[in-house]
């Protein structure tokens, strides 16, 4: 896990003022690296959130505010894409940490270099448009939540919820990279094949079922060769960050499709993600313990198992998400929080997760991505899809304007959070993951 350093030092402050406020996202502490659309000449751009500003990263070596061990890493992020970067590795990731934190501090020479050039190198977030952060090569999407696992499978298997494989193996299947698009976009209600379970034949229409999953997506940095398994030991080199992620599910397509491959169309359709990647370096902080298995769960297999994944292998991360339907942002009703739930209830951690996926010597790429899978928790305001929390549509949530909600319906906005927060370090966030339902 990456060392704490003088970039965690939770008094440091930043000269840019939105950077210092207490419930910032993007304070001098975080440094999360996106892609945004230059205003001025309409092309793509590596930049670092910093308060409510963007560090254009190849202006700033252009100006000599990033540069000496970190030119390699500022480079890299001279393309449209964070691919580069992501294949150099920790090590330049960290220059690049390093140097970034001293030049947007207000305590150092380089901070002072930094401001003089201000105009020059920063720009505001509002009305700049963020991109996907990399070229999504490859999508996989594990299923580590037990307790998303434990209600979907009552659903279907009442006396036998788990699946007599899930404690033993990290579940996924193989997502669709072309349909990952980034926060802000619309989002369209599919069309697709399903059959009610009393019906005597399918038949096909909008999907009346449509859900959203919360999930975390991470990065792959370096990747591996085709035959060349990642380990338990190295798979922390393999991961560049974490973004949130919304795997949006049309609940009936996928219930009549799934069997026996898995889900198809029930999921490609779209997928959003938050446009900032938080590195790991950043989070370094929030780390924690892998889940604590109960007596009487088996350990995982070797390949699986390492002390320092058990010790340090979690990520404390709260993710909120809210719903705000058209007659509530009519009407300026803020949005109704629907749960809030933490990393910390995945059952595997993401290293678990990335070795099982090169177990079979499987190689990966920089710039693919995994989903954690939907993260619900124990407790009914930790469940991480409306499938759970309105038990299949049975018991419908209320929301403020007096409309409810089986599914989700046409106009809704669904906004997914994530943060961080622990004694001794300062708060980071994530920005958030919000997406419109358009009609089919
Ligand atoms: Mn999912």
């Given at each position: 896990?990456?060392?704490?350093?003088?970039?965690h030092?939770?008094?440091?402050?930043?000269?840019?003022?939105?950077?210092?406020?207490?419930?910032?996202?993007f304070?001098?502490?975080?440094?999360?690296l996106?892609?945004?659309?230059?205003?001025?000449?309409?092309?793509?751009?590596v930049?670092?959130?910093?308060g409510?500003?963007?560090?254009?990263?190849?202006a700033?070596?252009?100006?000599?505010?990033?540069?000496?061990?970190?030119?390699?890493?500022?480079?890299?992020?001279?393309?449209?894409?964070?691919?580069?970067?992501?294949?150099?590795?920790?090590?330049h990731?960290?220059?690049?940490?390093?140097?970034?934190?001293?030049?947007?501090?207000?305590d150092?020479?380089?901070?002072?270099?930094?401001?003089a050039?201000?105009?020059?190198?920063?720009?505001?977030?509002?009305?700049?448009?963020?991109?996907?952060?990399a070229?999504?090569?490859?999508?996989t999407?594990?299923?580590?939540?037990?307790?998303?696992?434990?209600?979907?499978g009552?659903?279907?298997?009442?006396?036998?919820?788990?699946?007599?494989?899930y404690?033993?193996?990290?579940?996924?299947?193989?997502?669709?990279?072309?349909?990952?698009?980034?926060?802000?976009?619309?989002?369209?209600?599919?069309?697709?094949?399903?059959?009610?379970?009393?019906?005597?034949?399918?038949?096909?229409?909008p999907s009346?079922?449509?859900?959203?999953?919360?999930?975390?997506?991470f990065?792959?940095?370096p990747?591996?060769?085709?035959?060349?398994?990642?380990?338990?030991?190295?798979?922390?080199?393999?991961?560049?960050?974490?973004?949130?992620?919304n795997?949006w599910?049309?609940?009936?397509?996928?219930?009549?499709?799934?069997?026996?491959?898995g889900?198809?169309?029930?999921?490609s359709?779209?997928?959003h993600?938050?446009?900032?990647?938080?590195?790991?370096?950043?989070?370094?902080?929030?780390?924690?313990?892998?889940?604590?298995?109960p007596?009487?769960d088996?350990?995982p297999?070797?390949?699986?198992?390492?002390?320092?994944?058990?010790a340090?292998?979690?990520f404390?991360?709260?993710?909120e998400?809210?719903?705000?339907?058209?007659?509530?942002r009519?009407?300026?009703?803020?949005?109704?929080?629907l749960?809030?739930?933490?990393?910390?209830?995945?059952?595997?951690?993401?290293?678990?997760?990335?070795?099982?996926?090169?177990s079979?010597?499987?190689?990966?790429?920089?710039?693919?991505?995994?989903?954690t899978?939907?993260?619900?928790?124990?407790?009914?305001?930790?469940?991480?899809?409306?499938?759970?929390?309105?038990?299949?549509?049975?018991?419908?949530?209320?929301l403020?304007?007096?409309?409810?909600?089986?599914?989700?319906?046409d106009?809704?906005?669904?906004?997914?959070r994530?943060?961080?927060?622990?004694?001794?370090?300062?708060?980071?966030?994530?920005?958030?993951?919000?997406?419109?339902?358009e009609g089919?």
């Open positions: 896990m990456p060392e704490l350093n003088e970039t030092d939770p008094t440091l402050t930043s000269w840019i003022d939105s950077a210092n406020e207490a419930e910032a996202d304070p001098v502490q975080n440094l999360p996106g892609v945004y659309t230059d205003p001025k000449i309409g092309v793509g751009k930049g670092i959130a910093i409510d500003k963007i560090l254009d990263v190849t700033a070596r252009a100006k000599g505010v990033i540069g000496g061990v970190a030119d390699d890493a500022a480079g890299a992020c001279a393309g449209d894409t964070l691919n580069e970067l992501m294949a150099l590795g920790g090590r990731w960290s220059a690049l940490r390093a140097t970034a934190s001293r030049a947007l501090r207000d150092t020479e380089e901070g002072e270099a930094a401001q050039v201000a105009d020059e190198i920063l720009l505001a977030q509002a009305g700049v448009a963020m991109r996907l952060p070229r999504i090569g490859d999508y999407d594990f299923y580590s939540s037990i307790f998303h696992a434990t209600n979907v009552k659903m279907l298997r009442p006396d036998n919820p788990l699946m007599p494989n404690k033993h193996i990290p579940i996924a299947y193989h997502g669709r990279a072309s349909s990952i698009v980034a926060s802000g976009e619309t989002v369209k209600r599919p069309v697709g094949q399903t059959k009610a379970p009393d019906a005597d034949h399918p038949s096909f229409g009346m079922a449509f859900d959203y999953e919360t999930e975390i997506g990065f792959v940095g990747g591996n060769p085709l035959g060349q398994p990642v380990s338990m030991s190295e798979a922390e080199d393999h991961i560049f960050g974490l973004c949130i992620l795997d599910s049309a609940r009936d397509i996928q219930a009549w499709e799934y069997q026996p491959l889900p198809f169309l029930a999921k359709f779209a997928s993600i938050s446009p900032w990647v938080v590195t790991m370096e950043a989070l370094a902080p929030f780390r924690c313990g892998a889940y604590d298995r007596d009487g088996p350990a297999l070797p390949y699986l198992s390492s002390s320092e994944n058990e340090n292998g979690g404390d991360v709260q993710i998400v809210s719903i705000a339907s058209e007659q509530m009519d009407a300026g009703t803020p949005p109704q929080v749960a809030v739930t933490n990393m910390q209830h995945l059952y595997w951690t993401i290293f678990q997760m990335l070795t099982h996926h090169t079979n010597g499987c190689n990966l790429s920089p710039g693919d991505m995994m989903g899978g939907t993260i619900s928790g124990p407790t009914e305001d930790a469940l991480g899809s409306v499938l759970e929390i309105t038990k299949r549509g049975a018991e419908p949530v209320s403020p304007s007096g409309e409810e909600r089986r599914f989700l319906a106009g809704d906005e669904l906004i997914m994530a943060w961080c927060d622990a004694d001794g370090a300062r708060r980071i966030g994530f920005g958030d993951c919000r997406a419109v339902i089919a």
